[in-house]
């Protein structure tokens, strides 16, 4: 084949990418990986000091990519990050680094895949593995007024170190882990921290008597949606409690009803609430030169006007798959993948996902028991398909 063409490509270089590539060359392929970051592991490197798994070590360990003794029972950001960068050379599969993957399209009529980079550089492959997972692009509200804050605004995937904000008035934006774990990072050094929450979340505790949720999770995944609510609302009470007084009431919604959104469980928070280091808002509804106007409370019924130097906006990502994948009918309306049990388009010969689950036992755990069947899957379509053109209505040629 020539230079830039391939049997298959896999888009994205994080923990999906990577084990589906160690796995494709376990059965007996040679893939390409396209990564955006400059180095192997920079997606997981570039996340905020101090984070640590929340799935423990047992639960977080990917294929070839298992974690050293000296991890601990929590691996770190950086432990997972040597873990990546050490799987190209584990599995002998090569990983481009620098690479910005801006669109992907089905060339008709020679029945390829093919991937453009930003800066115009092109691959070509019968089959394609689209890994840039649920994280992929931070999503921040458009506040109204935002434009006149003379404050930063900054994402949680981009908060760094809370030193760094030392003397600040700061506005925590979100109710999940990265969210509840930045308020308290930044409680130390910070002037004051506010958490602004449109829900209560559920809290969880990260382990019960020295087991991680993770393990209960693989249970608790195959009770029906009724029966596991009311297992971990019951779990909620007894570890956390009720946080009505602190502004946190008993959330509406069972977990099961909250999609692939996780349960917070960074604990320390929980102590932060209760000695009233952090404050609890509603929701924010516009922004000022020095601040900003707020619901009280989750129940939104009285305003606030809150004094910020910096708003941590923790309000999650978006695939931007939407973007990406120049063939509508891949997407669900809602921009999810639609795809087999083995992660194969439903619809879209040759194209397949893998790392867009998300299950209380764990994304990790559940990449490592996905990546061997999308690798089967692949060889088993290379080796079967006579490469006839796709059927959908995107016949792009880019």
Known sequence: MADNAHRVLVVGGGPAGLSC??????????????????????????????????????????????????????????????????????????????????????????????????DGREWRAPALVVATGTSCVPSIPQWPGAQRFAGQIVHAAHFGNARAYAGKHVVVVGSGNSSCEIASRLVPHAASVTLSVRRAPHFLPKSLFGVPLAALGTLIRRLPPRASDAVLSWLSRRWVGDLSAYGLPPPAQGVSGLGSVTPTLFMPVIDDLKQRRIKVVGPLLELNEQGAVAHT??????????????????????????????????????????????????????????????????????????????????????????????????????
């Open 21 to 118: 590539a160690y796995e494709l060359v376990r059965a007996g392929l040679r893939p390409l990986v396209l990564e955006r970051t400059q180095a192997v592991g920079d997606v997981w490197r570039n996340h905020y000091d101090g984070l640590r798994l929340n799935t423990g070590r047992w639960f977080s360990g990917l294929p070839g990519g298992r974690f050293p003794w000296a991890a601990g029972r929590w691996p770190s950001r950086d432990d997972l990050a040597l873990v990546l960068a050490s799987l190209p050379a584990r599995g002998g599969f090569e990983v481009l680094t620098g690479c910005d993957v801006e669109s992907v399209g089905y060339l008709q009529a020679q029945s390829m895949w093919q991937v453009r980079c930003r």
């Open 297 to 398: 409370g989750i129940d939104r019924t009285e305003r606030c006007t809150l004094r910020m130097d910096v708003i941590v906006a923790g309000t999650g990502y978006t695939t931007g798959l939407e973007a990406l994948i120049q063939y509508p009918e891949a997407l669900t309306a809602d921009g999810k993948p639609t795809v087999d049990d083995d992660g194969q388009s439903s619809v879209a010969r040759g194209l397949f996902f893998i790392g867009y689950r998300n299950p209380l036992s764990g994304q990790l755990r559940e990449i490592g028991l996905q990546a061997p069947g999308v690798a089967r899957a692949v060889k088993g379509y290379l080796d079967a398909t006579q490469l006839a053109p796709c059927t959908g209505s995107a016949k792009v040629s880019l």
